[in-house]
Every structure is written in C-alpha cells, then in structure tokens.
C-alpha cells in the first residue's frame, strides 16, 4: 500500500512537472506534449479493446489522429479561416477507406473501435487548439489552469474516497466502480471550487486577456468537476467491459496514460464550451 501510495506521489509530480513544461515553454513544444499525448492514449485504447487485431488500421488511425491534431494546431497558429478545418475529412477518409479492406462482417464490429477514438480522443484533445490561441499568439495558461482544477479534484476525491469514503456512505456507481464513492465526490467538488476560488484572486485565472471574476471561476469549477467524474466513470465502464483493472502500465500508482487522462477527455471539452457560452472565448 505504502508502496503503491510513493509510486504514485512520484510519478504525479513527474507528470504534473512535464505537463506544466510542455505548456509554458512555447507553442512547439506543446504540439509536441499534445501530439504525444494523442498517440499514448489511443495506443492504450486499442490494447484495451483490440490488442494485436488490425495493427495495420491502428497504425492508420493514429496517423489520422496526429495530422488532425496538427492541422487544428497550424490553422490556430497563423490565425488560418475556419474552411481549412475540412481538410481533417481528408484523413478520415482514408480511414474509412481502411475499413473496407476487412471483409468479414462479424470481424467489422471488431473493428469500429478504431472509429471510437476519433469523438473519443482525438477530438477533444485537438479541441485544445481553440483555447490557447487567439490571433495566432500561443498562451496555455487558460488550459494549465483548467487542469489545475482537474487535478484538485481528482486529489480531492482521492483523499477523501480513501480517508471516509471507502467506509462511510454509499458507492457512487457501483456497479462501474466499486470503489468510488459520494463522500470522495463530495470532497472532490469542494477541493475543486476551493482552488477555483482561490485563483480567481490571483492574475493566472485569465482567458485570452480577460480575467475571469470569482463567479464564473467557481461556474467553471464546477462544470470541469462534474465532466471530470463522467469522464472517469466513461473509462471505468471500458475497463469493466474489457475486464481489466488498468488502461496500462506506463504511469506506476496510476495504471496507464488513458486512466490519467480519462477524465480530461470530458472535462476540457466542457470547460471550453463554458468559456465559448460566456464568451471568453
């Protein structure tokens, strides 16, 4: 346990520290961060669901992947019109294309999972682009911070899921993981609004050169919060469906990179659809 509980404290502040990096140091360092991302987490997931099957398609997809990722970044990077984005269908066409090629029919349900990662992963990673720049000037400062609250609440839900949760109260979806608990999401929620709160006051809390007040920072919070959960409970389902207690091995005391980035797949996207509806963005 102890062990268990000092793998994970080391690799947090190891990702937490490369994260921060890849974020601050400039716009091509984090398409690098990002794209790396990108190509771990959809690897892990066609382990998860494929393993060796269709290694040819996975390669395909991930290359699709990579050049939407890289075609959002470079259209946001020098400010390009909206219509280039429909230049993404060109590599999802191609992996369609792919998909013809497997000529059994009970072998097909196989593999749409390759078709999963693109609303799955893909998109809401490369949605990213969107925040962090504005008239082709590159600042993740927005995304780090929204990050920041993903990772209090995750702490806050650990701590407390482990300290009362596992003990008192009951489950939160049990039958998905048994493990999770309301009094660890209930701890979760506060420690997120709690930090949310906190950087309101402080100059980082600023999206694209308009600081956030302390109410939309706690409505920001709490959005982030709730997709945070779904997005864990989205990936607890996968592994209970494949039947496997980690996504990976790649992150000791975290399982893989999809167990720690799961639940950012929902609560990015949902925290910048916060900010497009008020118009911070």
């Known amino acids: 346990m102890k062990k268990n509980i000092v793998n994970r404290l080391i690799f947090a502040v190891i990702y937490a520290a490369t994260m921060i990096a890849g974020m601050i140091f400039n716009e091509y360092v984090f398409l690098v961060l990002m794209m790396t991302i990108l190509a771990l987490t959809m690897n892990e997931f066609f382990n998860l669901s494929m393993h060796k099957k269709f290694r040819y398609s996975q390669t395909i997809a991930i290359l699709c992947g990579e050049i939407i990722m890289a075609g959002t970044f470079f259209i946001s990077r020098f400010n390009l019109d909206g219509k280039y984005l429909l230049l993404a269908f060109i590599p999802?066409?191609?992996?369609?294309?792919n998909g013809l090629s497997t000529r059994e029919t009970k072998k097909f349900g196989e593999f749409s999972y390759i078709y999963t990662v693109i609303p799955y992963i893909v998109l809401p990673l490369t949605a990213v682009n969107f925040l962090v720049f504005k008239d082709s000037n590159f600042d993740a400062l927005p995304l780090l911070m929204i990050?920041?609250?993903i990772w209090a609440g995750d702490?806050?839900?650990y701590i407390f899921g482990m300290w009362l949760g596992q003990k008192y109260g009951p489950r939160l979806a049990?039958?998905?993981s048994p493990k999770k608990s309301w009094i660890g999401v209930f701890g979760g929620a506060a420690m997120t609004l709690l930090v949310a709160f906190g950087l309101s006051f402080t100059p980082w809390l600023e999206v694209q050169g308009v600081h956030l007040p302390w109410y939309h920072a706690l409505g920001l919070g709490l959005v982030t919060f709730v997709a945070d959960v779904i997005g864990d409970l989205i990936e607890s389902q996968w592994k209970r469906y494949f039947q496997v207690k980690d996504s990976g091995t790649g992150m000791p005391g975290h399982g893989g990179f999809l167990d720690r980035f799961d639940s950012s797949l929902v609560a990015i996207p949902m925290a910048i659809v916060y900010l497009v509806i008020f118009q911070f963005i």
């Open 92 to 97: 999802l066409f191609v992996l369609f294309c």
């Open 147 to 149: 990050f920041i609250l």
């Open 155 to 157: 702490s806050g839900a």
């Open 174 to 176: 049990p039958s998905i």
